[in-house]
């Protein structure tokens, strides 16, 4: 399969613990990106990555959401000190740059209780 | 603020009649795409179709067309034929063509009766 693969596909913590998600692209994808998809509602851009680079990141990435991309190859997507309100499902899409689509991922459920 | 409304919560049709799904956006900038995205139960999102604005024709995949008005900012999705694989949440998205990610509505929800 050489689609978008993100691990875990759902995750249940408790208010307060650090979570982390795992998102590996299409290969040789070098644009990446991560949203945040709540019940009932459309997903919404969090982060964006070119290669390596962070380029771009929304008012909804708090000081505890951090995201990285060593290499320009698989990304993760740290939250600290989780909070209910985290609780979504947590997408990520790659593409090969210029005006490409973006392919999703499976997403990563998180629950926190 | 960039933004995609979608009207329609939820939408049924019979197998095999058409249904039209609405889309209006707002932007600041000549230059755009926008998308219709699916997402059926507990699966992944693919892409169901793409329109430059910068084209005046609509884009068609087979049997998915869109009516583009730009001046309008309104995108919506035409599918003919429906099928029950058809059944699932429709988002539509608009995207800069820059740094910046989609912006998607809020989805509708297509039901195909049979």
């Known amino acids: 399969d050489t689609g978008v693969s993100q691990n875990p596909r759902h995750k249940i913590t408790k208010r307060g613990q650090n979570v982390t998600f795992r998102c590996d692209p299409i290969?040789?994808?070098?644009?990446l990106y991560w949203y945040r998809q709540t019940l009932g509602q459309g997903p919404e851009f969090l982060t964006y990555f070119q290669n390596e680079a962070q380029l771009e990141k929304s008012r909804l990435l708090s000081d505890r959401f951090s995201a990285e991309r060593p290499k320009g190859s698989f990304s993760t997507l740290e939250i600290q000190r989780t909070e209910q309100g985290d609780s979504a499902m947590y997408l990520c899409?790659?593409?090969?740059?210029?005006?490409?689509?973006?392919?999703f991922g499976p997403g990563t459920r998180l629950t926190v209780t | 603020a960039q933004t995609v409304t979608q009207s329609q919560p939820e939408m049924s049709v019979q197998e095999a009649e058409t249904v039209t799904l609405s889309c209006t956006y707002d932007?600041?900038?000549?230059?755009?795409?926008l998308f219709w995205y699916k997402q059926p139960p507990s699966r992944q999102m693919i892409l169901v179709i793409r329109q430059e604005a910068y084209k005046q024709q609509n884009a068609t995949e087979n049997r998915f067309s869109v009516n583009f008005q730009k001046a309008a900012k309104s995108f919506s999705l035409k599918i003919s034929d429906s099928q029950l694989g058809d059944a699932a949440m429709y988002f539509c998205a608009r995207w800069g063509g820059g740094a910046d990610g989609l912006t998607f509505g809020k989805g509708t929800h297509l039901i195909i009766q049979p």
């Open positions: 290969s040789e994808h070098n644009r």
């Open positions: 899409a790659s593409s090969p740059g210029g005006v490409s689509e973006q392919y």
């Open positions: 932007t600041s900038e000549s230059d755009y795409y």
